[in-house]
Nanobody, 110 residues
Framework: QLAESGGGLVQPGGTLRLSCVASGFIFGWYSMSWYRQAPGKERELVAR????????SYGDSVKGRFTIYRDNAKDTLYLQMNTLKPEDTAVYYCNTGDDWGRGTQVTVSS
């Protein structure tokens, strides 16, 4: 099970940190990803991190602004989002394999 939190309303240029708490599996054995889906658009990959956190990759639209990291001792995945833009508005989902959280809404607007 995956449970996201940390979304909200933020002004352009602002920051948010999303969290995803995992349960029911050995978190440190699996790579993890953040996806997002904006209204009327397909779900897109935001970032991915390896099991031990050493390897990370990002979608082109968030490179240099977002950082994915994890704390395996806490079974928690994070997404630090800086310099947010209105086009970052979406529901953000935590994912591993076929498991998805319910998502957390991020709205960037003045």
């Amino acid at each position: 099970q995956l449970a996201e939190s940390g979304g909200g309303l933020v002004q352009p240029g602002g920051t948010l940190r999303l969290s995803c708490v995992a349960s029911g599996f050995i978190f440190g054995w699996y790579s993890m990803s953040w996806y997002r889906q904006a209204p009327g658009k397909e779900r897109e990959l935001v970032a991915r991190i390896s099991e031990n956190g050493n390897d990370r990759s990002y979608g082109d639209s968030v490179k240099g602004r977002f950082t994915i990291y994890r704390d395996n001792a806490k079974d928690t995945l994070y997404l630090q989002m800086n310099t947010l833009k209105p086009e970052d508005t979406a529901v953000y989902y935590c994912n591993t394999g076929d498991d998805w959280g319910r998502g957390t809404q991020v709205t960037v607007s003045s």
